[in-house]
């Protein structure tokens, strides 16, 4: 067989299992919109936790399966604060409930996502958000996609006419981080027109790839916020890389999501 035949043949089985793993996000969303509508009360973080693991495990029980027979040999991350380089050979970086702490607030920011990584690369990923019932996709080489409408980053070029946004990594996240973000709303505040905040990252790299906002950047974070956010905003025809302008992998200590015509700005401005 041909390296082109070869090529070719990957990119239809990727392409095939990416319609599955929509598939298997949308199963899970269901059930997670099932669970929605009233705000979970909790007097103790011993609770939350507890609220959040029922979330995360009623999504877990359509997603595990589903995905493992689509790829039984794929290893599977489900914490979505972990973070670094994973080992080498196909990986499934899943968060069952991306928002969840917004679900149980009863807000309408959450989601589900399935990414495959295969050598530290995203290959595909599908994004459900069960309240709208918009399913977001990406492959490597293919694009993105909002169910069958292709996606696209803005053509902004004047980080002053732009919506930016940032996202907490975490929280009790580390006193230098905290500051590193606080300091970096308060430049994007001058430099940019309008500024966002607020959880999941997921949520904000989807209205990049839409062209809805123009940048999206975080310090620190995990795999499962950003490996998702990221092959969508590329795959639309945006820039990643970290908040210096270096290239960005799982290990960066920083991410950035722009717009071509603003990604310089944005360094400029987080750099400062």
Do not use: C
């Not at 899943?94 to 702490?101: M, R, S």
């Not at 917004?102 to 690369?121: C, I, K, M, S």
């Amino acid at each position: 067989m041909s390296e082109t035949h070869q090529t070719t043949d990957v990119a239809a089985s990727d392409a095939d299992l990416l319609a599955q793993t929509a598939i298997a996000v949308r199963a899970a969303g269901s059930a997670l919109h099932e669970r929605f509508g009233e705000v979970a009360r909790y007097q103790s973080r011993q609770e939350l936790m507890s609220a959040l693991a029922a979330n995360d495990d009623a999504a877990l029980d359509i997603l595990r399966p589903r995905l493992t027979r689509l790829r039984p040999d794929a290893g599977w991350v489900e914490d979505e604060l972990d973070g670094g380089a994973l080992p080498p050979g196909e990986w499934w970086v899943v968060d069952p409930a991306e928002g969840n702490v917004n679900h149980l607030h009863a807000l309408p920011e959450w989601a589900v996502t399935a990414t495959l990584v295969r050598e530290n690369q995203p290959v595909l990923t599908a994004v459900h958000l069960p309240l709208t019932g918009e399913t977001y996709t990406a492959l490597t080489g293919e694009g993105a996609y909002l169910d069958d409408r292709p996606l696209h980053v803005s053509p902004t070029a004047d980080l002053g006419l732009s919506i930016v946004a940032s996202s907490q990594a975490r929280p009790d996240e580390d006193e230098k981080v905290v500051r590193r973000v606080g300091s970096s709303i308060t430049a994007m505040l001058f430099d940019a027109l309008v500024v966002r905040t607020s959880v999941p990252a997921t949520l904000h790299l989807l209205n990049v790839a839409a062209g809805r906002i123009d940048a999206f950047w975080q310090f620190a974070g995990a795999r499962a916020d950003l490996l998702p956010g990221a092959l969508l905003v590329t795959e639309a025809g945006g820039r990643i890389s970290d908040a210096q302008g270096r290239p960005w992998t799982p290990k960066s200590e920083s991410f950035l999501a722009a717009a071509p015509g603003v990604h310089a700005e944005a360094i400029s401005t987080l750099s400062r």
